[in-house]
């Protein structure tokens, strides 16, 4: 295996680790209630997905 030669300073390492974060997810508006759902994900309050029932929610 191979081994570093000499010490990676911290500003250099920090210096690559500047762009390592994490996205904000992308938000949308449920079609069937208004509230914000993540893409590609079943509305929580509902339980719509594409306009189709995907889950049954209780009523509360």
Avoid: L
């Amino acid at each position: 295996m191979a081994h570093p030669k000499h010490k990676i300073s911290s500003t250099r390492r920090d210096k690559r680790r500047t762009n390592i974060k994490a996205a904000i997810p992308t938000v949308a508006i449920c079609s069937n209630c208004g509230s914000a759902v993540q893409y590609h994900r079943v509305c929580p309050e509902c339980g719509f997905y594409r306009g189709k029932q995907a889950i049954e929610k209780k009523a509360e």
